[in-house]
């Protein structure tokens, strides 16, 4: 059965279920903000956050993204950091300019729409094709080793919990 969220109450199925810790994190060919393609998931031989948003145009996104970027600065080459929407490589530049976002990755799933493999892709609505607000802890072989599917899109996620998971294997 498929999970689901919510956008203020109204429920929103995915496609697919979002993976689990433990599970094996696929790797994923994203955009990024220059038009050149970046792998994200998979074994990358150091810890990886990845933070699925709807659109950075929103405030809540923006502020997210804003709050990782700024939490994860001394950890940049340490950990692959990578915010991950739909939004074309466009809206990511002036996000990027207009919030002076440069410590972490801001990629897009646009091309691809391979993090359907990461089951926050929402299946229906108004949101259909775009990615769901989740956050996923990868460590160095490829194993999830944290995951949250923000129930209410308009919510922001635990920044806390997943800051600590990826502390921990750093």
Do not use: H, W
């Not at 031989?45 to 970027?69: R, W």
């Not at 089951?119 to 607000?133: P, T």
């Amino acid at each position: 059965m498929a999970a689901s969220v919510t956008l203020k109450g109204q429920v929103l199925s995915l496609a697919g279920t979002p993976l689990p810790v433990g599970a094996t994190a696929p790797q994923v060919c994203l955009v990024r903000r220059d038009n050149q393609e970046v792998f994200a998931g998979g074994a990358m031989g150091k810890p990886q956050i990845l933070i699925t948003v709807p659109s950075l145009d929103t405030p809540v996104c923006a502020t997210e993204a804003k709050k990782f970027n700024e939490a994860l600065a001394q950890l940049s080459d340490k950990v692959l950091a990578v915010v991950i929407s739909m939004d074309l490589p466009f809206a990511q530049n002036r996000y990027c300019d207009s919030y002076q976002v440069s410590g972490i990755t801001i990629a897009s799933d646009y091309r691809y729409r391979d993090m359907e493999k990461y089951g926050v892709m929402i299946a229906e609505g108004a949101l259909r094709g775009i990615l769901a607000r989740a956050v996923f802890v990868i460590d160095g072989s490829g194993k999830i080793t944290y995951t949250e599917l923000v129930p209410e899109i308009a919510q922001e996620p635990n920044y806390e919990a997943a800051l600590a998971a990826v502390r921990s294997l750093v």
